[in-house]
């Protein structure tokens, strides 16, 4: 098999081809189980075939006989080959993703000898802070202020179904976790046999949605790219910033740093689609509040969990009494209250059961005040180090997505806008707002 393993040759780093080669090697070893060596071999000409007509683009030869050979195959068959190319092709864009996790991670560590520079929002600060006509103070300003809008939209056309989308989080999870213990070959074996039952799973699986996607599907797909992706990866470059500023200034950026709000399109564009109705905008608001009180909850019982300490301070006390684990019983109520925000809303959307807006959590301020409280204390009793991880991350996520994950925008067609205001303006000064000259309009 090593002479046989499927291959990509456009590799910018040797790290990023052996995991290309690896997941290649995984994929044949598959294939060969799943359809036989017979199909295995036919893979593998097409792919011999490929690579020689891209070596040399004038070499109509080698692109004439990839042609004759996929003419001789059934559908059945040209379907698994094109099957297996395109998975290899998703495995290679969640390699690439590593290497670029990885280049981060060199960058990071030994800034002067990175061979494959990126640019990365740290090197920018970083060459700000380098440019001695430009004011620290000045640099701070700007990334204080900062203000920058992430709109998640939809997309009908994407196919790929979300249990895919997970399993290739699996995957990825497995290779970053085959770079941690590179060296213990046993773990490693473990590993290998993980991702090779992935993709045994994912080779056997249906490819494609076979129903149209709902308004509130796609809704539903875009809060999964939040919960998977975004949630870890705010805290993430928000600390990264942060440390930034405290190599070249001796200071952090303020604890409410928030530069990044998302918004999201899924529920609310009604831009030519009918199917979005006031029903469905009001569910996927719903919805959105169900994920994110689930999300909280769960970060909300780590900490708990964590927070065994004693020392509080007065402002606890007084609220909790007497306990040898303060911190766990005053973020209790919180906790509790997510939990019952999703269950009463799960409640509601599936069950149809009235809904009672005010056993929800209604604001941000409700998860930021009680963290802010802890913080306090935390600091009051010399555990700043504790008070600026678990707890900060978890308050950085609540001022950027809120109690909704996501600002939902509603989008009209102007048309409709037009019509609405005509009426307004028939009503209230008896005139025909079409025919206005767009001075009188505004």
Not at 178 to 203: G, S, V
Request: hydrophobic residues 35%; positive net charge.
């Amino acid at each position: 098999m090593k002479k046989k393993d499927l291959y990509y040759e456009r590799i910018p780093t040797k790290l990023l081809r052996e995991d290309i080669r690896y997941l290649g090697n995984i994929l044949g070893r598959v294939i060969k189980k799943q359809e036989g060596e017979k199909f295995f071999n036919l893979v593998e000409k097409i792919r011999k075939l490929s690579k020689a007509n891209k070596a040399n683009n004038t070499n109509k030869h080698s692109n004439n006989k990839i042609i004759r050979e996929i003419k001789k195959l059934n559908p059945r068959n040209t379907l698994k080959l094109t099957r297996a190319f395109t998975h290899f092709m998703n495995f290679i864009n969640l390699a690439e993703s590593i290497d670029a996790s990885r280049s981060l991670n060199i960058y990071e560590n030994d800034k002067k000898n990175i061979s494959n520079k990126n640019i990365f929002i740290e090197e920018i600060f970083e060459e700000l802070f380098q440019n001695k006509r430009i004011p620290d103070t000045k640099i701070y300003n700007l990334a204080k202020n900062l203000n920058i809008g992430i709109v998640l939209t939809a997309h009908p056309t994407e196919v790929k179904r979300r249990t895919l989308i997970q399993k290739y989080h699996t995957i990825t999870e497995i290779l970053e976790q085959r770079e941690l213990l590179k060296n213990f070959p046993t773990k490693l074996k473990l590993l290998d046999k993980k991702l090779y039952d992935e993709f045994t799973i994912i080779w056997n699986t249906d490819d494609l949605k076979r129903v149209r996607p709902t308004p509130f599907d796609e809704a539903r797909w875009g809060l999964a790219i939040i919960e998977d992706s975004l949630w870890d990866t705010i805290p993430k470059v928000y600390r990264r910033l942060n440390s930034i500023f405290l190599q070249n200034m001796g200071k952090g950026l303020p604890k409410n740093f928030n530069p990044i709000e998302f918004g999201s399109w899924m529920g609310g564009d009604r831009d030519g689609n009918p199917y979005v109705t006031s029903k469905v905008t009001k569910e996927v608001i719903l919805l959105s509040r169900w994920e994110a009180a689930k999300l909280y909850e769960k970060a909300l019982t780590k900490i708990i969990r964590s927070y065994s300490m004693q020392n509080c301070s007065k402002k606890i006390f007084n609220k909790v009494g007497v306990t040898f684990e303060p911190y766990r019983v005053f973020l209790r109520p919180l906790r509790d209250k997510m939990r019952n925000t999703h269950r009463l809303i799960e409640q509601h959307l599936i069950h149809k059961k009235s809904l009672d807006q005010s056993k929800l959590l209604n604001t941000k301020e409700e998860i930021l005040k009680p963290l802010r409280i802890v913080r306090e204390s935390l600091e009051e009793n010399q555990n700043e180090n504790i008070a600026n991880g678990e707890l900060l991350d978890l308050m950085r996520r609540a001022k950027c997505f809120g109690i909704n994950l996501a600002r939902l925008d509603i989008r009209q067609e102007s048309s409709r806008h037009t019509q609405l205001m005509n009426e307004i303006i028939k009503k209230k000064y008896n005139k025909n707002y079409n025919k206005l000259s767009e001075d009188k309009k505004s």
